[in-house]
């Protein structure tokens, strides 16, 4: 077998999990291109996951059908969930979404059915690496035809003014809950990937530090366009095996040295670079476009 | 009539912004609506476009209610707008902030785009087409690459104006569009309004600079603390006795 073959059998499971952050990158992006942060992520993620893994342990379904409930189930609940909640604006939007991921939690941790804290475990790896890359592509073809669209345009002017956007005809509410539906849709099914992948769900896996990773992602990979979270998401699942060889040459523990990174690599990206690693190639462009003309 | 207010009413805890006003705008014509400062006249527009309800009267588009109605609702029913304070959407050209302006009247569905359907490419040509004459009327069609945030201020006026007219209007009500623009910048938006009102779209214009309004409009309300003081051609709005004090003070 060829070194790249090894390469890539060593390094199958983290390839993969970059695919899964990416998909929950993008499930913060949905929300956050319309202007609203939202970080019941975690939550629907929770509810993804857990309706996938019963679905497998409890009945016969083909695993397409799974990952389709995993992205149902926790739309279902954004209905109700984003009527009341989108009408409160930044920060406030943010800490009623965070209570309902605590919420869906806590309510895990104490039913019975599902093993309490403890969780399902022994469910069949059903995910493969291409499943998942598959749905990422699914998911920024989305993207990817809603930039530009009508509603794409609503999207963005609905993050540049609100009221300006509803006086120009654009039903915010409606545009807003539909971002909202996709984003819990988004963050279910990779949540059921992953309950599928890593053979067990817990609720201790969907708190409130794996929405921030999730927002994280979206940050540091950018949000002016779809392909910045994804991209942030690879820089930060990528990094720690990095930084694993890095940390044991010097003798560090990788753990620590990783989140100490981390957030260094946050800060600097708010302070230097607000939209994100993905302007990185642009701003090169301008640097050298500056320097030739001298 | 194509606008009806009757007996609006609107109050800010103790103050009544707007208060027990009555006037209507026929179709196709240019009405001013002037008034001194704090006379109530962007909270009438805010009530007319829905952003605000009215504590009390009614408001009819076309013989139809409108006062309960949610802004996306109104605009629907062809009423558009610009802002006393600009509010284009500062991240986004010129030309998208227009193409954003297009939004009820752009009928492709977003499935056909998913599938790259013809149909759904040649209404976003149209739609880009449409937004860039409509630069073109304002004279911002050289700047529609740039975005909203780095026009100047007179510029980022015509392009909100340009933004209004994309929906294609029944009625476009206009707040204080040549407010901080030169004099060259004020007779191309005058004879704007003028083209725009000869095209079936009515118009009502708040302004400060009374010489515009006595120029372009055929119908002018006055108002002053909320209350309608006077109505009328141009002519009689000059002599009116009641117009000259508000504005100059009794004289006793």
């Known amino acids: 077998m060829s070194t790249l073959g090894d390469l890539f059998l060593t390094y199958q499971s983290v390839i993969s999990f970059v695919g899964i952050d990416a998909l929950l990158a993008l499930s913060v992006y ?10 019941a992520n975690a939550g629907f993620m929770a509810i993804g996951a857990y309706a996938a893994a019963l679905l497998t342990l409890h009945t016969k379904l083909p695993f397409a059908a799974v990952l389709l409930a995993s992205a149902l189930a926790p739309a279902v ?44 475990v022994a469910i069949p790896q059903r995910a493969q690496l291409w499943t998942i890359y598959l749905v990422l592509v699914i998911a920024l ?12 345009y609503a999207l963005e002017s609905i993050r540049e003014d ?17 971002m909202f539906v996709f984003g819990a849709a988004l963050a279910g099914v990779a949540g059921g990937l992953e309950a599928h992948f890593t053979f067990m769900v817990a609720p201790s896996g969907y708190g409130f530090s794996r929405v921030v990773d999730m927002l ?23 990094l720690p095996e990095v930084l694993r060889g890095l940390g044991e040459s010097v003798g560090l523990a990788p753990g620590p040295l ?34 030739e003309r001298g | 009539m194509l606008l009806a207010l009757d007996g609006v009413e609107r109050a800010f805890g103790g103050v009544r912004a707007v208060d027990c006003t009555s006037f209507a705008v026929r179709e196709g014509e240019i009405h001013g609506l002037i008034g001194p400062n704090g006379a109530g006249k962007t909270t009438l527009l805010n009530l007319i476009s829905g952003l605000l309800r009215p504590s009390s009267g009614s408001i009819k588009l076309a013989d139809r209610r409108i006062d309960s109605l949610a802004p996306h609702q109104i605009a629907a029913l062809g009423v558009s707008r610009t802002y006393q304070n600009i509010r284009l959407f500062p991240a986004l050209r010129a030309l998208e ?41 304002v004279g911002m069609r050289e700047r529609a690459g740039a975005r909203a945030q780095y026009l100047s201020y007179g510029e980022q006026r015509r392009v909100e104006i340009a933004r209004a007219l994309a929906s294609n ?52 309300t006055v108002l002053n603390f909320g209350k309608v003081i006077a109505d009328g051609a141009p002519q009689a709005i000059a002599q009116d006795p009641a117009v000259i004090a508000a504005y100059l003070g009794n004289e006793d």
């Open chain 1, 216 to 238: 994280v992602y979206a940050v540091v990979g950018g949000v002016a366009t779809y392909l910045g979270p994804p991209v942030g998401a690879a820089f930060m699942t990528l």
């Open chain 1, 30 to 39: 949905a929300t956050l291109c319309c202007g609203q942060l939202s970080l």
């Open chain 2, 97 to 137: 902030n227009v193409l954003v302006g297009e939004h009820l009247v752009r009928r492709a569905p977003l499935w056909k785009r998913l599938f790259f359907l013809p149909g759904a490419r040649a209404e976003e040509q149209a739609a880009r087409t449409r937004a860039l004459t409509l630069l073109e009327r």
């Open chain 1, 141 to 152: 073809f989305l993207f990817s035809r809603l930039r530009g669209s009508k509603i794409g």
């Open chain 1, 258 to 291: 990783r989140l100490f990174v981390s957030g260094a690599i946050l800060l600097a990206v708010v302070l230097f670079l607000p939209n994100g690693i993905i302007s990185l190639p642009l701003l090169f462009a301008a640097v050298r476009m500056r320097r």
């Open chain 2, 169 to 220: 209007p029944r009625l476009l009500l206009l707040d204080e569009p040549t407010a901080g623009m030169n004099a060259a910048e004020v007779t191309s938006v005058a004879a704007l309004i003028r083209q725009v009102a000869k095209e079936g779209h009515s118009v009502l214009l708040v302004e400060h600079n009374v010489r515009l309004v006595m120029d372009v409009c055929e119908q002018i």
């Open chain 1, 77 to 120: 609940f954004a209905v109700p969930l984003g009527l009341p909640v989108l009408r409160l604006r930044g920060i406030f939007l943010a800490i009623a979404t965070i209570g309902f991921g605590e919420v869906v939690r806590l309510a895990l941790v104490n039913w019975d059915y599902t093993n309490g804290a403890l969780g399902l």
């Open chain 1, 162 to 178: 609100e009221t300006a956007a509803r006086t120009m005809g654009i039903n915010t509410t409606l545009a807003k809950l539909s």
